[in-house]
């Protein structure tokens, strides 16, 4: 495991003038939230596994085409409900995206597609099996 350590050096008014603080902090200590201190020697801190989570196949997603109004008068198209992995999603992303010729993105369960294409990406879904509802305005 590997373990950062800060040294602080603290004035104070006493003798001797200078104090030493060493705060130890291992690399992993977002997954180590909740655990501060154990007395056990023996003890090992357990992550919890994280299981990958498994794409549906296309007839089981529930998808719902929005149109996003940005600030500018921009207007950007959203596919949410995909569920499945974070590859499954950016290469949906990529073919939508390459299918209507312009950019976006794919992440955090929604494709983002730049301006309105809603009625084209709905289609593009159907044709490949996805139940997809308009949503939205």
């Known amino acids: 495991m590997n373990f950062f350590v800060t040294l602080y050096r603290v004035r104070r008014n006493v003798s001797p003038p200078y104090t030493y603080i060493a705060y130890i902090m291992a690399s992993d200590w977002k997954d180590r939230l909740g655990v501060v201190f154990s007395t056990n020697p023996d003890f090992k801190y357990e992550r919890e596994s994280e299981e990958a989570e498994r794409t549906l196949p296309p007839a089981q997603q529930n998808l719902k085409v929005w149109l996003d109004r940005l ?8 596919v949410r409900g995909f569920v ?22 794919a992440k955090d369960g929604e494709i983002i597609i730049q301006g309105d294409h809603r009625d084209r990406v709905v ?3 159907i044709k490949a099996g996805y139940r997809t509802k308009r949503a939205g305005g």
């Open 71 to 78: 600030k500018g008068g921009r207007v950007a198209t959203v």
């Open 123 to 125: 289609d593009l879904l």
């Open 84 to 105: 499945g992995s974070n590859d499954d999603l950016q290469a949906l992303g990529k073919e939508l995206k390459k299918s209507c010729g312009v950019g976006g993105t």
